[in-house]
């Protein structure tokens, strides 16, 4: 079992950056491919990015050049640094973990606002 918890959401305007967080608290983190989605209002959830548990990544051609998901094993965190933001980047931000034995975990998101 993990629990995931999101910080960092916020109001910024566009073009300027966030650094959203997921902490996750129970054994085996490294092992976790760890990812991030979001969701607009009146809209599907959308995946973002994810890396692997041996630090491969993968974006989503919307964020791709602006988006960058790292992870720090020793902190059992990982991180979406989100630059030159945009209106559409507004949304409920998620964090996950998934293994193939343990299947998906979810955080409970965190709001994200690009508004001038």
């Known amino acids: 079992q993990v629990q995931l918890v999101e910080s960092g959401g916020g109001l910024v305007q566009p073009g300027e950056s966030l650094r959203l967080s997921c902490a996750a608290s129970?054994?085996?983190?490294?092992?976790?491919?760890m990812g991030w989605y979001r969701q607009a209002p009146g809209q599907q959830r959308e995946w973002v990015a994810f890396?692997?548990?041996?630090?491969?990544?993968n974006y989503a051609d919307s964020v791709k050049g602006r988006f960058t998901i790292a992870r720090d094993n020793a902190k059992s965190t990982v991180y979406l640094q989100m630059n030159g933001l945009k209106p559409e980047d507004t949304a409920v931000y998620y964090c996950?973990?998934?293994?193939?034995?343990?299947?998906?975990?979810w955080g409970q998101g965190t709001q994200v606002t690009v508004s001038s």
């Open positions: 996950t973990a998934e293994r193939i034995d343990t299947g998906a975990f």
């Open positions: 129970g054994s085996g983190f490294s092992r976790y491919v």
């Open positions: 890396i692997s548990s041996s630090g491969l990544t």
